[in-house]
């Protein structure tokens, strides 16, 4: 009967590395990867324009904010208005 336990079967499969040879890598290679380093230090977004969307988010939360409390207050006036003007439209019977 054969041993199927994890730690035969890993060792099969790391067996399988024994065979990888070894590269050497080109020279420019370091090279290029400073250069890509530091050429994302160069993306950076300026404090200045991070500000201005601060801001424009700022306003439109606050535009919208007051948006929703006008349309509150009209709602309940416009509430009233239909309770006070059906109360009016009762008939008398004298």
Excluded: G, H
């Excluded at 790391?14 to 080109?26: G, R, T």
């Excluded at 200045?48 to 439109?60: C, D, E, G, P, V």
């Excluded at 409390?69 to 006036?77: A, G, L, V």
Aim: glycine letters at 0%; charged letters at 30%; a negative charge.
């Amino acid at each position: 009967m054969k041993n199927n336990s994890s730690k035969y079967v890993m060792e099969d499969q790391l067996q399988i590395l024994e065979k990888i040879q070894s590269v050497e890598a080109p020279s420019e290679l370091y090279e290029k990867i400073l250069s890509k380093i530091e050429d994302q230090k160069k993306d950076i977004v300026s404090p200045k324009w991070i500000f201005t969307a601060a801001a424009i988010i700022i306003i439109l939360i606050s535009f919208n904010i007051k948006l929703i409390e006008d349309r509150k207050d009209s709602s309940k006036s416009d509430f009233e208005t239909l309770f006070i003007m059906k109360s009016q439209n009762t008939f008398s019977y004298d």
